[in-house]
């Protein structure tokens, strides 16, 4: 699929042009103590180094490359965010050391091959957004043979959850069906035109809408209600977009809460920096955005509702399919279906699977 | 300037693709009644005729057109909605008169001229989407040499009002700077990097977003403190894409309410359906979106607001320079400049003159 420059740019990049929303991952507490610690415990990597930044946003991870030592930043960045950067390097003086180039990364010419590449591109559960296509094309075509990924892993995360998020979306629905059903009443009394035959396709969408997008959520720790599994694991040294063009895992799970719903399921992600084998992190940091109640994230958990909760209970077990693949229309957003089969002494039931937008 | 089609489907064509956004244009009472009126009042202009609707979304006016009695009605619409059309004009057995036709106006060919062009192309404030520079297309190259524009007139209007949205708007504005001047503390303080080289253009993003943007309101007549004034006439029959590409006016007002604060300017429009010299309506229809209690639409009024409202009384007089161009980032948007004097028994005063995102 040939993706069109100027349509991504509509869809995606022109977020990022806003100061307001760089702002927003700037004041991500979890996610800058990550970055700021892989550096500065870290700074063995960094000094006398040359580094990459794909996407430098506001130029952060860039000048506390510099800041930690390193020879030469090469900050790339595709939005106007980057002559923002520019003058943030230079009000941080580090303008020798950090050189800000706006394109994609796809298009820029570096005059060298770096020794690390430092990104943060990870969208609501780890692959939204498809960045990390971008950063292992800079990775092929300009980390030297010994060189770092910063971060080095990630690791894709569900769990079983309750969550009223059930209840509320249906009730939405709901509303917006009735509302519907009375609008073809009017149009038909006052308008002389019968809608009802555009009852069916109003439904989809509105199901579409409310009942199969997955949900940005800051959960609690106590709605997770049985044991989490890693779903995928992906080291950024090695990883192709082969890899991550889909995501496919059969995965088991345990309730561990007493007598409750299963609402459906939550979706996070962790990051690693460990260096590599040969030239490892002096002290290992990671990133998580698992359910927390101190440490939340801009990122949250994703959602993904069961639409018929199921009555669950300690020790039940369950097989959950997941399967994640890019949607035709955006290469940037996926299709996620789920399907799950729960193993209860009363016997064997099987939740719905459907298939869902993130 | 010209225009990426695959861009101008991401910005603007994509929400008419959507059955809730069709459906909150055909929930318009006062939009309805008055293009149901125009059409039922006016028969004889459709008995026997050929139609032409551009951008039909739902397909409704080709219905109506249809019933009417309309020989052939050609409805064209360049979004997926033309497939809905389709099932409604068939579940209400109009299919052997409309022809759904799924393509842009500008691309698609008719197998005749017409006798009639109608559409629903109005945006916000009238002009808002440059849809009428299509209508423009259609009449030049399918409307007969004696054919009839629906609607046949269009005008803005202009008014001065006092609303709570300035000191709303300027509030929300205090707020995010003083978010931000944490932010760059906090910043500089855990992190090492001195940020406030952007408060300046933070600032001015903020301002753009909160202060330098019009806003879509339902005003209550009460809120119009002076009288208003029509700043553009449109004959659709004869308006050529050049007349539309600027609004420029210079109007006066005068205060008509007691003792109060100027707090911005409103613009709405009205479109009349009046068929043309040679071949009047019956009855004439108008549509209106002015302030009102009873008639709301969902086009509202746009509200432009003053930073500094000024104090008024009964009988002063003022002075409006208004002009309105296409944005250049994006021409189914408008930059709007607008500057004010206001002539008091105690003096002159000028009303700061800025430039507004439509
Ligand atoms: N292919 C590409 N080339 C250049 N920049 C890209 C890109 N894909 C995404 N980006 C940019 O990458 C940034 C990701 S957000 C992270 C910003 C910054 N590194 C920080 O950590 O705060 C955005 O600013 C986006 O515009
Ligand atoms: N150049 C163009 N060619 C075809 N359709 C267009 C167009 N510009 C706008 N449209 C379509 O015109 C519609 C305007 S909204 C009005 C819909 C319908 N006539 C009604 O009155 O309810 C949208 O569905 C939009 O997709």
Not at 305 to 328: A, C, Q, T, Y
Not at 332 to 353: N, P, T
């Amino acid at each position: 699929a040939v993706v069109d420059r100027g349509v991504d740019f509509a869809n995606y990049f022109c977020t990022y042009a806003f100061l307001y929303h760089q702002k927003e991952m700037l004041s991500d507490r979890v996610r800058m103590d990550a970055y700021y610690n892989s550096i500065f415990s870290n700074k063995h990597h960094f000094v006398g180094k040359t580094v990459l930044d794909v996407g430098t946003g506001s130029g952060i991870l860039a000048i506390w490359s510099a800041q930690a030592g390193a020879r030469k930043v090469y900050a790339v960045e595709a939005t106007k965010m980057a002559e923002h950067a520019r003058e943030l390097v230079k009000a941080n003086n580090v303008q020798d050391v950090v050189q800000v180039i706006e394109g994609s990364m796809e298009d820029v010419t570096l005059p060298e091959k770096v020794d690390i590449i430092i990104s943060e591109w990870m969208g609501y559960f780890l692959l939204r957004e498809s960045m990390f296509d971008s950063v292992i094309f800079a990775r092929e075509r300009w980390l030297k043979p010994n060189g770092i990924m910063y971060p080095s892993h990630a690791r894709m995360w569900m769990a079983p959850i309750r969550t009223g998020l059930t209840d509320q979306k249906k009730h939405d629905y709901d509303g917006t069906m009735e509302d519907w059903l009375y609008f073809v009443d009017d149009t038909k009394n006052y308008y002389g035109v019968d809608m009802s035959i555009l009852t069916k396709p109003f439904d989809a969408e509105q199901r579409k809408y409310y009942l199969q997008t997955s949900l940005w959520n800051n959960l609690h720790p106590d709605q997770v209600i049985g044991t989490s599994a890693v779903i995928k694991e992906i080291d950024c040294l090695t990883a192709t977009v082969n890899d991550i063009l889909q995501v496919r895992a059969t995965f088991s799970s345990s309730i561990t809460a007493e007598d409750t719903r299963l609402c459906g399921f939550t979706g996070w992600f962790d990051v690693h920096f460990r260096g590599r084998k040969e030239n490892p992190a002096q002290q290992e940091i990671e990133l998580t955005t698992a359910p927390s109640m101190d440490n939340c994230t801009h990122w949250g958990q994703q959602v993904f509702l069961l639409h018929s909760p199921v009555r669950v209970h300690e020790g039940d077990d369950m097989i959950v399919n997941f399967s994640m693949s890019r949607s035709k229309e955006n290469h940037r957003l996926m299709d996620v279906e789920l399907g799950c089969e729960i193993k209860q002494s009363s016997g064997r039931e099987l939740a719905d699977v459907h298939i869902v937008k993130l």
